[in-house]
């Protein structure tokens, strides 16, 4: 059994202190250590074991058992293999003001649930530090929970990013036979993720949707094809959309409203009341303060209200002050 004494954390930068208050608010007895952007130790009366690396905490896009502090790429790996002589590799490191997750050179397949993972961290040229944690099923695959998926030039908005990351870091499955109902959908970053995906689209908004999109789109429900994917625009606010808009067979609620999460999470119950046959949720919860995390329980029971059953809240390596939230 690996046991160390320390561990750390790593976040985006600036969401540091969320994260230190999402520890005490779960009561975990950890005390916060050394500090940089993006990255904190924390330090227990006893020892860390892979259990402690459990906790759910959505500040924090990895915890890793801390191996200690290098000055060289070289010297932290070599902590790492020293101990765990099989494991997996990841390399992050601080960059253009990000806690980068670094790409591999060939793609990165999934670890299987149990797979122990490296992770060696470099802050700065001459300060790297390693660390341990074993993929679960609640586990972003990827380096620093960084999917490093870029942008493609064509898509209407960052929300498209938003979209991908969330699927890669929850590892969502979309299929063809879901449905989607998407309120806050202009101009349309999300609805191009999903439609390239083959999945058909209701987005909810009355701004105006990018032509990219409109190319989908169709003129009433009822023209819904069979066997392409589409998109209808119900082009209203959020609050005026009827079941006579959602049709039958919506599987997915999504929002990515500019509104509260009050706002978000009342629209959100009221269309699962309306489309009893969705089967989960994924919705961008946009914040004032990153410190709003304190509200997070009351975010988790809206969702256990409406009898979801696998609720995560989580920070995005693509996320400013925002949190995605998601309900299975
Ligand atoms: C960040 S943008 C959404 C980006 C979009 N999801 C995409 O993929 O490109 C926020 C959108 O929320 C919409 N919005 C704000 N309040 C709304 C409401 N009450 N009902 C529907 N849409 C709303 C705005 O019109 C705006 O287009």
Redesign the pocket.
């Known amino acids: 059994m690996i046991e160390v004494e320390f561990l750390f954390a790593l976040t985006n930068p600036g969401s540091e202190k969320a994260l230190k208050l999402e520890v005490e608010m779960a009561a975990l007895p950890w005390r916060a250590g050394y500090q940089r952007r993006g990255f904190i130790t924390f330090k227990a009366d006893g020892a860390f074991s892979l259990a402690a690396l459990n906790a759910e905490l959505a500040c924090a896009r990895r915890l890793c058992l801390s191996l200690g502090k290098f000055t060289s790429r070289e010297a932290a790996l070599g902590r790492v293999i020293a101990i765990q002589p099989n494991a997996i590799i990841h390399h992050a490191r601080f960059h253009e003001r990000k806690m980068q997750g670094v790409k591999p050179d060939s793609p990165l397949e999934i670890p299987n649930p149990g797979t122990i993972i490296g992770t060696v961290v470099e802050l700065a040229p001459d300060e790297f530090w390693a660390g341990l944690h074993r993929q679960t099923a609640r586990t972003s695959p990827d380096p620093a929970g960084d999917s490093g998926i870029e942008m493609p030039p064509h898509s209407?908005?960052?929300?498209?990013l938003?979209?991908e990351e969330a699927t890669r870091f929850f590892g969502l499955k979309f299929t063809p036979r879901d449905l989607v109902v998407?309120?806050?959908?202009?101009?349309?970053?999300?609805?191009?993720?999903l439609l390239e995906r083959g999945v058909p689209v209701i987005?909810?908004?009355?701004?105006k949707m990018?032509p990219v999109v409109l190319a989908s789109a169709i003129q009433g429900r009822q023209d819904a094809p069979v066997g392409q994917p589409w998109f209808y625009h119900c082009r209203?606010?959020?609050?005026l959309?009827s079941k006579r808009d959602l049709g039958q067979g919506v599987t997915w609620f999504?929002s990515?409203?500019?509104?509260s999460p009050e706002?978000v999470l009342k629209?959100c119950a009221r269309f699962c009341r309306m489309a009893p046959s969705i089967r989960g949720v994924l919705i961008?919860l946009?914040l004032t303060d990153i410190m709003q995390v304190a509200d997070k329980a009351a975010w988790v029971a809206a969702l256990s209200d409406m009898g979801f059953k696998n609720i995560r809240l989580q920070q995005l390596a693509v996320h400013h002050r925002e949190f995605a939230l998601l309900g299975l």
């Open positions: 209407p908005s960052r929300a498209w938003k979209l998407e309120l806050g959908c202009a101009p349309g970053g999300v609805v191009l993720a987005g909810v908004d009355p701004a990018a209203k606010p959020a609050a959309a999504m990515d409203m500019n509104q706002v629209e961008t946009k």
